[in-house]
């Protein structure tokens, strides 16, 4: 039941938002554009080149980030675990800063920030790997490991950027925007959806897989394989989606958190409903970030001021 | 013969086995217990038994199957498995838990069907649990967990249960109960049980056979009636035992003034 009113609002907030930006059209003649009246070619262009784009991708990436945030929650066996954990954030943050040093085009920015995001969660994979078996733990440790390697990279990648033009790249790319957002960009989407789709079908194994490793194989379940499989699906999806938006934190950490406390802890209804209030989440706070006010608020730095006192307060719900 | 193990070994390392040639077999409707110190191997055979940890040597037959040959799903149709510690990070309900019994008989993109819920609900009822089904798993008790556990495996629909200590963590009474419930479901469903237990009185009441487990080999193995005399605990646990016939019951209890020899 839940999920038929979080779809509608999502759809409603989806077209809503695109009567939102700078760009003055007013809403009738977003009507007239929608529907395929004679309206002048600049407003096709802002509604479905600029402002469509956008929307979409804001509501992929916060559905794909919760989807990868509630499946490693589940094979790290840990609720305050997020997507970011093996080191795709810092990976992807290296490589965007080193195309940005190299004085790279956006479009080879992007490769590389996905690449070394993936090659960042390998890393930590093959560390944490032990006689063909990848323990929990390890994972974690490996993680750390990974994560502070590459943030050293940034810091260093900061360090001998010229800070004219080269650093305030980095910082921004780091505090993440969809502003740069275009159909160009369309293949990520395509692995995002294709990966929240694989996240679904398997979803009820999730919860399987959040118990101990030998009672999940106990159950019949090939525990290495299938955390595998989850490992590679989400870093695809995280690092698709950071290569292009940047560093998004909170979502993949609270949003499962929040569906859990709507639907209880069964992943069969933890994942729709983390699909569709992640997708809700970014598309408003993106609203956010392009409207409050005339320049663009980092959406990195606009989901951590509005997450963190919003888990606070769930916190101290669940408290009392 | 529902189950064989054969000359089987077993080592975390090449040169130090924790189980050595361990031959022994399991009818059905059998209860058979495993008896040890600390330290002597037997939830390591258990998990020779489940795949769980490879064997070194040795083989594993489940009716005449190798269980080499049996993938993780139909060994799991096979052998359900009570594991001796068990907490949840998340606080699944009631039949979220028992439902994950169903995994061997559902696909790996499904999710529970109506049926494979019917059959959790019932088993839930077996164990008299339908009260708490919809609450937490996490915020019950010990013996409330254990019965839960249970009750998985009874979802689960195998024919020989593995039970790791299901007695740790329990007060006196749940002792007997959760093991009088385990007897009276082999028994009346015509299951078979591996339990390793530390009470020699509880392997004495509720098991039709003993095998004792000391550094990884059975020193002695049979009927309860023949294998439990004081000989043989006595060389188990290195220790004075006497066993008291107290109106028919036995009864094994340690000679207190030796212990405080040492």
Request: one cysteine or more; a positive charge.
């Amino acid at each position: 039941m839940s999920i038929i009113i979080l779809l509608f609002i999502l759809i409603l907030a989806a077209f809503l938002s695109l009567f939102l930006g700078t760009f003055p059209i007013s809403p009738v003649e977003i009507i007239y554009t929608i529907i395929g009246k004679n309206v002048p070619d600049t407003y096709r262009t802002v509604i479905y080149d600029i402002r469509l784009p956008r929307v979409l991708f804001a509501v992929a990436v916060g559905s794909g980030l919760s989807v990868a945030g509630a499946s490693y929650q589940s094979i790290f066996k840990n609720p305050l675990v997020s997507p970011y954990i093996l080191g795709v954030s810092s990976g992807a943050a290296f490589g965007a800063a080193l195309a940005i040093l190299l004085h790279q085009n956006v479009y080879v920015m992007q490769t590389f920030a996905f690449f070394f995001g993936i090659l960042a969660t390998l890393l930590a994979y093959f560390l944490a790997k032990e006689k063909g078996r990848v323990p929990v733990l390890s994972l974690v440790i490996a993680g750390v490991i990974v994560n502070s390697f590459f943030q050293a990279l940034v810091g260093m990648a900061k360090y001998f950027a010229d800070t004219q033009n080269q650093l305030p790249s980095i910082v921004f790319w780091i505090m993440g925007s969809f502003s740069g957002v275009d159909w160009d960009n369309v293949s990520v989407l395509i692995v995002i959806l294709v990966g929240i789709g694989v996240m679904y079908a398997i979803r009820w194994y999730l919860n399987i897989m959040s118990m101990d490793d030998e009672e999940a194989k106990s159950l019949g379940v090939d525990v290495d394989k299938f955390r595998k499989v989850i490992i590679v699906v989400s870093t695809l999806i995280t690092a698709s989606a950071v290569s292009v938006v940047g560093i998004i934190g909170w979502v993949g950490l609270i949003i499962p958190h929040v569906s859990r406390l709507i639907v209880g802890p069964d992943n069969v209804k933890v994942i729709p409903v983390s699909i569709l209030l992640g997708g809700l989440f970014l598309l408003i706070a993106d609203d956010l970030a392009r409207t409050i006010t005339t320049g663009e608020i980092p959406i990195g730095i606009l989901t951590s001021l509005v997450g963190a006192p919003f888990f606070a307060y769930l916190y101290h719900l669940q408290r009392r | 013969m529902k189950l064989k193990v054969k000359n089987l070994y077993f080592g975390y390392k090449k040169s130090f086995k924790v189980l050595k040639d361990i031959t022994f077999s399991l009818k059905q409707g059998e209860i058979f217990t495993l008896l040890g110190p600390n330290g002597s191997g037997k939830s390591t055979l258990l998990k020779c038994i489940n795949k769980l940890l490879k064997p070194q040597k040795g083989v594993v037959f489940i009716g005449d199957k190798n269980i080499n040959e049996l993938n993780e799903k139909e060994l799991a149709r096979e052998v359900s498995y009570l594991p001796q510690e068990h907490n949840s990070s998340f606080p699944y309900t009631v039949l979220d838990i028992v439902l994950m019994g169903r995994a061997p008989y559902i696909g790996l993109l499904s999710s529970p069907s109506k049926k494979d819920v019917m059959m959790a609900k019932k088993a839930i009822e077996t164990v008299g649990m339908t009260d708490l089904i919809n609450k937490p798993y996490t915020e019950l008790s010990g013996g409330q967990k254990k019965l839960v556990l249970i009750a998985r495996a009874l979802a689960q629909d195998a024919e020989i249960l593995l039970l790791d200590e299901p007695t740790n963590h329990l007060d006196f009474k749940n002792q007997y109960v959760i093991l009088s419930r385990i007897k009276k479901l082999i028994k009346n469903r015509g299951l078979s049980a591996i339990m390793t237990l530390h009470d020699s009185n509880l392997a004495m009441i509720f098991s039709d056979k003993v095998a004792m487990l000391k550094n990884g080999k059975i020193i002695a193995y049979g009927p309860v009636e023949e294998v439990m005399n004081e000989r043989n605990l006595k060389e188990l646990y290195e220790m004075e035992i006497e066993i008291f016939n107290i109106e028919n019951r036995m009864i094994v209890l340690p000679k207190l003034n030796t212990l405080t020899e040492r």
